[in-house]
């Protein structure tokens, strides 16, 4: 019998506030591009990254509440806040951040790169033979393609889209004194800094404004200065709409029109040009954000892409898994993971090696006789996409889901679903209420007069180019029990119905909060009992309530409860008479940690989930998740492992506190620096390197 729920007592940060969470999340990503123990150009893709965060942040999270302020629905989020509260504190918060950022790009990350050879200069800093190629380039490469809009009679406001750089001036006649307004678009087909000689770049908005004369010649320039608008970019489908992908498209469309909810403007602008912006495009002053310095660092991707290896993290291989390694054709494989279920965790095991062979292997191999598989997010280097072309053309039936709905990736994943109809794969694409956000691939095989199922379970999205750099787990079995309860969830996505039960999965909506709330409260009735209990979870993000509300319940019973939430965790740990026993901590660096782990204990019964699923309402209701049990005790302690070294880094986490506040691990007294990642490495060179003298054997 589950344990009664202890009576929730009205303690201060009892919940913390999801926006303020992800805002402390983004404040550890700038705060590793101010390391300087990280190599240079490093730091300068964490400062990109802080800034594209931001962007998505204000285009979804900022532009909710904002909606529902402006609609009058002022429903209280779990911590108590009003829509109304949550943007000042918000506001609040961000003008601390990106004020940071300006310093630490002026003060540190710019002087350092010219240190060594990578000027980011202002026109002014360039000299004679750099200003002259400037000139050619602009009037070669930048002038045809602009386009000044000016406003006034007969000229209305332009359109600024969402997140596109642009430079306000006014303009004047000196003949007749009149004065307008002007917007230049700033194009973003071109590369945001413009590279002169050996290693001098140049932002494109600089180079334009410096020739602003030549697009409006025998004018008086008063004013230039740059801003930026961002837009609502996101949008919901109708329960009722005949047509997904119709309606998705309908939707992509309208999302370049949606309504601002931020504008960005150069410190140096005068408040006569940030009222005419604003009035243009219809924001009110607690939308407004002035930048000292560059607008967009999200653009310095560019520079961190320059190739000077000496300025980043030592180039990773990937290595393969034993299995995989001894496999000598496909047959190999599917033998292997019949014997015994293989675990892979990537980036360190070979995404290529291990899934992409996987599924490679299974279009051609003449055994198979079917292939399943879901994809929310992939890319052009994807083998999936291939090798469900493929199967389909052998003759064996081909079956994709495409969530049209994942945000935004909805246009690119549109694409892929019409070449895999034209290739003759059916493709699926879900419910217009539930994104279907599970990792999952059937492969059906025949094999000694019988069909035998496979399944491939994941964490994270089919995705080559992220599994490079995103930590991740899969889980390859022939579980009957697992296999069957994956074909009724695609036949659940494919015809009608719902599905009775599930025999091993915990499947969202379908139970899985109630199938981890269980688990928690068995390992408080263990506590209250005497026994050992512990509670691991390791998530991208910790928001749902009747979750928390159950790890605290766990808590007051005595069970150790361990938490790796990298980005958002609305729990609040270490306070006293709650959740004195519940510790918190985010490991960010290298790779972005990624999968998901529910690992409980009761007594002498350890249970272990892999899966899709963060402890957020949104996953838990309306989207298509699946955890998947690692009963096997070799790979539970190896996870048992991951979540030790989490918990052991000294180099790249931080602990939360109770006030939401968080604290970076350091290194005691003449202890080494030891990073999750690093660790990792190493042990996957360990294991490869065993792997290999037994192959050669």
């Not at 940030?274 to 407004?288: C, L, N, T, Y």
């Not at 006789?369 to 081909?398: F, H, N």
């Not at 915990?506 to 009735?525: K, N």
Request: proline share 4%.
């Amino acid at each position: 019998m589950a344990p009664a729920r202890t009576q929730e007592r009205t303690v201060p940060h009892r919940i913390l506030n999801r926006e303020l969470s992800w805002l402390e999340f983004n404040a550890r990503v700038l705060e590793l591009a101010a390391d300087e123990s990280q190599p240079l150009l490093e730091r300068v893709k964490f400062s990109a990254i802080f800034s594209a965060n931001l962007d998505e942040f204000f285009m979804v999270r900022v532009a909710g509440l904002a909606g529902q302020l402006g609609t009058g629905v002022a429903i209280r989020s779990p911590d108590g806040s009003t829509p109304r509260d949550a943007l000042a504190a918000i506001r609040q918060r961000v003008v601390e951040l990106v004020s940071s950022q300006s310093q630490l790009w002026a003060r540190g990350l710019r002087p350092a790169l010219a240190e060594v050879g990578i000027r980011v200069a202002r026109v002014s800093e360039l000299d004679r033979a750099e200003r002259e190629e400037l000139g050619e380039r602009f009037e070669d490469e930048i002038y045809p393609v602009l386009t000044p809009l000016g406003v006034g009679p007969g000229q209305p406001f332009p359109y600024i889209s969402g997140l596109s750089l642009s430079v306000g001036v006014f303009v004047r006649d000196p003949d007749s004194g009149d004065e307008r307004f002007a917007r230049v678009k700033v194009p973003e087909t071109l590369p945001r800094f413009l590279q002169l000689g050996d290693g001098v770049y140049v932002p494109l908005e600089a180079t334009i404004a410096h020739h602003l004369p030549r697009l409006f010649p025998q004018m008086e320039i008063s004013e230039c200065a740059v801003f930026r608008v961002t837009r609502n970019a996101d949008f919901e489908v109708s329960d009722e709409a005949d047509d997904l992908l119709e309606a998705v498209e309908l939707q992509l469309r309208q999302r370049r029109f949606g309504d601002a909810v931020r504008l960005e403007v150069s410190d140096s602008m005068s408040d006569r040009m940030v009222g005419r912006i604003m009035e243009g495009v219809g924001v009110s002053d607690a939308d407004v954000y002035r930048l000292q310095g560059l607008l967009d660092l999200a653009d310095l991707t560019e520079i961190a892409g320059i190739d000077r290896p000496d300025l980043k993290d030592e180039a990773w291989v990937p290595r393969t898994p034993a299995a995989f390694m001894r496999a000598r054709d496909t047959a190999d494989v599917f033998s292997a993971i019949a014997r015994d279920e293989i675990l892979v965790h990537h980036p360190y095991d070979s995404f290529g090696a291990t899934f992409e062979a996987f599924v490679r292997g299974a279009a051609t191999d003449d055994a198979v006789t079917a292939m399943k598989t879901t994809v929310y997010r992939t890319s052009d280097e994807s083998s999936l996409v291939p090798a469900l072309v493929d199967a389909a053309e052998l003759g064996k039936q081909s079956v994709c889901l495409v969530e049209l709905k994942a945000r935004f990736d909805e246009r690119r994943n549109i694409e892929w679903s019409r070449a895999l109809e034209r290739a003759g794969v059916h493709v699926v694409y879900g419910f217009a209420n539930l994104k279907i956000h599970a990792k999952m691939t059937l492969v059906v095989r025949q094999e000694d007069g019988r069909l035998r199922r496979y399944v491939h379970l994941g964490t994270g999205n089919y995705h080559a180019l992220t599994a490079r750099s995103y930590e991740d787990l899969g889980l390859f079995t022939a579980d009957e029990e697992v296999a069957a309860d994956v074909a009724d969830l695609f036949n659940h996505i494919t015809g009608f119905g719902r599905p009775v039960r599930f025999r091993k999965l915990l499947v969202a909506p379908f139970g899985l909060r109630e199938g981890l709330i269980h688990q928690i409260d068995s390992a408080a009735a263990a506590a209250k009992a005497g026994k050992q209990a512990r509670v691991r979870m390791k998530v991208n993000a910790l928001t749902d309530p009747k979750i928390i509300s159950a790890l605290y319940s766990a808590s007051q019973a005595g069970a150790e409860i361990e938490i790796v939430a990298r980005s958002i965790c609305a729990l609040s740990p270490g306070v006293e008479g709650l959740s004195e026993s519940i510790r918190v901590r985010s490991v960010l660096g290298r790779f972005l940690e990624h999968s998901r782990v529910y690992t409980f204990q009761a007594g002498k019964k350890t249970t272990t989930y892999i899966g899709s699923a963060d402890l957020m309402p949104r996953n838990l209701d309306h989207r298509l998740e699946i955890l998947v049990p690692v009963e096997s005790a070799f790979l539970q302690q190896h996870l048992s492992g991951v979540f030790d070294v989490l918990l052991a880094d000294n180099a790249q986490a931080w602990d939360l506190r109770e006030d939401g506040t968080w604290r970076r691990a350091r290194p005691a007294k003449d202890e080494a620096p030891s990073g999750t990642h690093d660790v990792h490495m190493r042990k996957a060179v360990r294991r490869a390197r065993a792997a290999a003298r037994t192959v050669s054997v």
